[in-house]
């Protein structure tokens, strides 16, 4: 699954985004960078200032594109051979 795809999923049918609501680890990005690196907090305020809720969510997929494609890209999990890792972080899995 795309990372784009998973967010919009965490997010769909929620009333508000609250920061609760982003703690939960997108698919496809590495898990100990979403926490230790606070991007779970970067989106929140991003998506607040956006005006972004789960029942709008489907007017910002562009926005929510743009920013997983600037942001989350380098955090994401990818196929080093027969492991999967993360290259900003080098955790392997």
């Not at 809720?53 to 007017?59: C, F, K, L, P, V």
């Amino acid at each position: 699954m795309k990372i784009v795809e998973s967010i919009i999923k965490m997010l769909t049918g929620k009333e508000e985004i609250t920061l609760a609501s982003v703690q939960e680890v997108p698919e496809g990005t590495c898990p100990n960078c979403w926490g230790r690196d606070e991007y779970s907090g970067a989106f929140y305020n991003a998506a607040k200032a956006q005006g972004l809720n789960g029942n709008n969510i489907g007017a910002h997929v562009g926005w929510v594109q743009e920013y997983a494609n600037k942001n989350f890209s380098k955090i994401a999990i990818v196929s080093d051979g027969d492991s999967l890792g993360c290259k900003n972080c080098n955790m392997k899995g």
